[in-house]
């Protein structure tokens, strides 16, 4: 054991809290310490947990030391059940530690330049100190209330973060729609929790995993009208909940907009935090997961679909954050694929490397739009590598990674999957598979698109905006170079022990789904057993006789002849008013995903509010009930007062009245 358990408990409090430290900070003494201040603070007190999360990883990597502490009992409800704040550093919790604290300290120090003279530099780097503090609960809690505690902040900062510039009214509405978009997930994650608690009577993972095999499976449960097995309908649940944290489809609206704040904030959401906790919460739930193949088949459908259909979209984009936040959604498929695949520890694999070469991107797409004072539309850029060298070297690196062409990270880990989606038995399979096949297309075209647009071809700034381009200074350079050599080799580093056992580099704490047509192997031991994966040499060989990379290649080609060569037939082709134009203008309106929840839910949720605004309240419970009832009274009142004006004729005609209906009564009777 490298270090002792109450050493360890001071270790793991710190690690969570620094950040939260740096978050009050900045939000509440930044006029003490003045901006210099503020970034000094947050960014030492983020490292601090960076370094102590290497510490910690070196005990759990290498001596395969466990660390846990629970600090207090927040609700001791029964002596079998209590909400319990503890944490656990094993194989998979430190390595997302490591990634999570690693991005943010380079978000971090990037945002020293790209915030320089913002209104509001000290509340951004609050946001971004509580969203690491909030992320770090996520990933470290051992139960679901840390789980749920640190899902509901992250949702809260990235509302804050994506909403930073509150005086616009697009960012204000884009805040919004993640914020609901993420509460209809959360309502799954929540009944999903609810069905855990219910079948094993705890929260904490360790009891829950232990009670999984005393659950009778072959129980039908009623859902909604759906039969589920107990297990099922808990991993669906919670799966649901992921699909909205992770932007699957149908649950995915929301992640575009996140592009409305700041671009530091995008490379924090979309690379290695927020959008990768669904990601994380499926591996660190496996247990649970491969008791149930409806839900792995689940869980491998939507990835799909989620790959492909969202990848498209990126084609026809021309702001150049959002071509990389469709790409967002696409490799969150993928690591879908592998998670429905049962190759967990790929899938993580992915999240790792997607984090080094996803961050790099945004942030040098922030170097990008510095450079062009704000300007993101791609169509009024061209030639910009001429002005920013660096910039251009390390997003040719990041779009490389991405488009999986050895030999940097994103294709080991990405053609992985494409061979996990082509190898397990889990149902829909086949479909996952040709997704992601075509997908590597897709992915290769669309960052290729972007990429030429930008650094190559025709200048189409004006000579005002030439003579004011220059590259970024060093707090943008510096994290850009410091993501480029991980988006270039980490997949090397990683290769072999991701295949090295039946689980990977995770061991024990990711579980193994073994295969009956694998002949009672996972996906991932099936793998490795391959000759084609023996060394990541042989990996990068065998690639060159797979469709993948042809594919892969074969796009980076095309990209370049219509987009340098022939850049008028895209153009022709987007006019057209069939076909091509056709399929074009669908991408454009985004399947018309968007139209529909605004006519289906939006607009009908404003119908049925304004019905009760003007029937219900205004007309029966206004206008008939309270304005009613006393005009009913007083006009009846009214009435009686004019029968006792004190004349002998009134009262005559009364006592007549009343005379004639005694008589009819009589008579009836």
Request: proline share 3%; aromatic share 16%; net charge neutral.
């Amino acid at each position: 054991m490298m270090i002792n358990n109450q050493i360890a408990a001071i270790v793991i409090a710190i690690i969570v809290l620094a950040p939260l430290v740096g978050a009050i900070t900045a939000g509440f003494f930044s006029k003490s310490i003045k901006n210099e201040g503020v970034s000094f603070f947050t960014i030492v007190l983020c490292s601090v947990s960076f370094v102590l999360s290497a510490v910690l990883a070196y005990g759990v990597f290498f001596y395969g030391d466990v660390y846990s502490a629970t600090y207090y009992s927040w609700a001791p409800i029964s002596n079998k059940f209590s909400l319990d704040v503890g944490f656990t550093v094993n194989k998979i919790t430190v390595y997302m530690m490591l990634i999570v604290t690693f991005v943010s300290t380079l978000v971090h120090v990037y945002s020293i330049g790209y915030m320089k003279g913002e209104e509001g530099y000290a509340r951004f780097f609050s946001y971004i100190s509580g969203f690491t503090f909030a992320m770090l609960c996520l990933v470290m809690g051992n139960n679901f209330l840390l789980l749920f505690f640190g899902w509901e902040g992250v949702g809260l900062f990235s509302y804050l973060l994506i909403g930073f510039y509150f005086n616009k009214d697009s960012a204000n509405i884009a805040s919004l729609r993640a914020f609901l978009v993420n509460r209809i997930g959360d309502l799954g994650f929540l009944l999903g929790i609810g069905a855990v608690i219910l079948y094993t009577g705890s929260i904490n993972y360790d009891t829950v995993f232990a009670s999984l095999s005393s659950i009778d499976n072959t129980q039908v449960v009623e859902f909604l009208g759906i039969s589920f097995s107990p297990v099922t309908l808990m991993c669906v649940l919670l799966f649901i909940g992921a699909m909205g944290k992770s932007a699957q489809f149908p649950l995915h609206s929301w992640l575009e907009g996140s592009m409305e704040g700041p671009t530091p904030i995008s490379a924090l959401i979309h690379a290695a935090t927020m959008v990768t906790a669904g990601v994380f919460m499926v591996a660190r739930l496996s247990p649970m997961f491969v008791m149930s193949e409806a839900a792995l088949s689940f869980v491998l459908i939507i990835g799909a679909i989620t790959c492909l259909f969202m990848g498209l979209i990126a084609i026809v984009q021309t702001d150049i954050k959002r071509v990389i936040a469709y790409c967002t959604l696409s490799q969150l498929g993928y690591m879908m694929v592998a998670q429905g695949a049962g190759a967990f520890s790929i899938g993580m694999f992915h999240l790792m490397t997607h984090a080094m070469f996803k961050a790099l991107l945004f942030l040098a797409a922030g170097s990008v739009i510095v450079a062009m004072h704000h300007e993101q539309d791609i169509r009024r850029m061209g030639g910009l590598r001429k002005y920013l060298p660096l910039t251009y070297v390390c997003m040719f690196i990041g779009a490389w990674a991405l488009a999986a062409l050895p030999p940097f990270s994103g294709f080991f880990s990405k053609d992985l999957i494409i061979e996990a989606a082509g190898s397990t038995k889990v149902f829909g399979h086949d479909f996952a598979y040709a997704m992601v096949l075509a997908c590597a297309f897709v992915t290769s075209f669309y960052i290729f698109r972007m990429f030429f647009l930008v650094f190559h071809g025709k200048e189409r700034m004006t000579e005002e905006e030439k003579s004011h381009i220059k590259e970024s200074p060093l707090s943008i350079l510096i994290p850009l170079v410091l993501l480029a050599i991980p988006s270039a080799l980490i997949g090397w580093y990683f290769f072999e022990p991701i295949l090295s056992q039946a689980n990977g580099l995770f061991g024990d704490t990711i579980s193994s789904y073994a295969q009956q047509g694998l002949g009672g192997l996972s996906v991932t031991a099936h793998l490795a057993s391959d000759e084609a994966t023996a060394t990541p040499l042989t990996f990068v060989k065998h690639s060159f006789h797979s469709l993948a990379f042809w594919l892969a290649f074969g796009a980076f080609i095309l990209s370049y002849i219509l987009y340098i060569w022939l850049p008028s037939i895209p153009e022709f082709l987007s006019k057209t008013k069939s076909g091509v134009g056709i399929f074009y203008h669908i991408l454009v309106k985004k399947y018309f995903i968007d139209f529909l929840y605004d006519v289906v839910f939006a607009k009908a949720f404003l119908l049925i509010s304004a019905f009760l605004w003007k029937v219900i309240d205004i007309f029966i419970i206004d206008k008939t009930i309270v304005h009613g009832s006393s005009n009913l009274i007083y006009q009846t009142g009214d009435s009686f007062r004019k029968l006792q004006r004190g004349y002998l004729f009134d009262y005559a005609f009364v006592m007549m009245v009343g005379v004639l209906l005694f008589i009819l009564l009589l008579v009836m009777v």
